[in-house]
């Protein structure tokens, strides 16, 4: 089944548009970093619907509408700068994790793209779900795996809010090609005062293709079996 969302399409064409036509000015107002792009994108995503095809019979049909192409174009424009604005409010250090942001350049060609890793965390004995617990990713040689930005950190702490949720997303691996297929064997690590090394291995099969993954939905998020920790 080819179901293609067009509303990302558009959206991911004017983010690109407006922060490229800032980014080659003397001086820019906002920042226009993949960081800050993916965030604005992310923002109009969330507030407008989707517009889901499965033909060039439904590209004919909404081109038809000049009138209300114009009033949609107009639109999104106005969201991509209302979400420029939002993210220029909110306070983030790029400094020192700036070399985790990756530049236009360096996200062509062919990846391994990791899926969003989800878990969930609990006592062994009481069964409650456990914060305020740093949770690793190592790769198979023990090293702590980079994650795509600063907003996901590894370790991850879990935090109050969201009680016994830890949450983990790669970065990409670059290959030669596409279709490259690999196994990645990859550990949850938690090590806690009170409670006894936990260690979860899993094996996560992937296969390499074009572009560079910033964005993803629900078919991109690998969801781990509840881990438990056991008190010493």
């Known amino acids: ?3 293609h969302n067009y509303a990302e399409e558009m959206v991911f064409s004017t983010v690109a548009e407006i ?3 800032e980014e080659a000015k003397a001086e820019k107002r906002f920042c226009t970093c993949e960081l800050c792009r993916t965030d604005v994108a992310c923002f109009v995503l969330n507030r407008i619907p989707t517009l889901y095809e499965t033909s060039s019979r439904g590209l004919a049909h909404r081109e038809l509408d000049y009138q209300t192409k114009l009033q949609r174009d107009a639109d999104l424009v106005a969201l991509v700068h209302e979400g420029i604005e939002r993210v220029k409010k909110t306070r983030r250090i790029h400094g020192a994790a700036s070399d985790e942001i990756p530049e236009a350049q360096a996200i062509k060609g062919c990846f391994f793209n990791f899926p ?3 878990g969930r965390l609990f006592h062994s004995t009481r069964f409650e779900p456990l914060s305020g617990i740093p949770v690793r990713l190592l790769s198979q040689d023990g090293s702590k795996m980079k994650m795509t930005d600063p907003r996901w950190p590894n370790p991850c702490l879990i935090p109050k809010s969201t009680p016994g949720v830890f949450l983990f997303w790669p970065v990409p691996q670059k290959t030669e090609r596409s ?3 690999m196994d990645f064997e990859l550990t949850v690590a938690v090590d806690s005062q009170g409670f006894e090394p936990l260690r979860h291995y899993f094996t996560l099969p992937l296969t390499s293709e074009e572009g560079y993954l910033r964005f ?3 078919e991109r998020v690998l969801t781990l079996p509840d881990l438990f ?3 010493m």
């Open 1 to 3: 089944m080819n179901v």
């Open 179 to 181: 279709g490259i297929k």
């Open 229 to 231: 920790l056991i008190p």
């Open 19 to 21: 922060f490229n036509a």
């Open 216 to 218: 993803v939905g629900g």
């Open 116 to 118: 969003q890793i989800v």
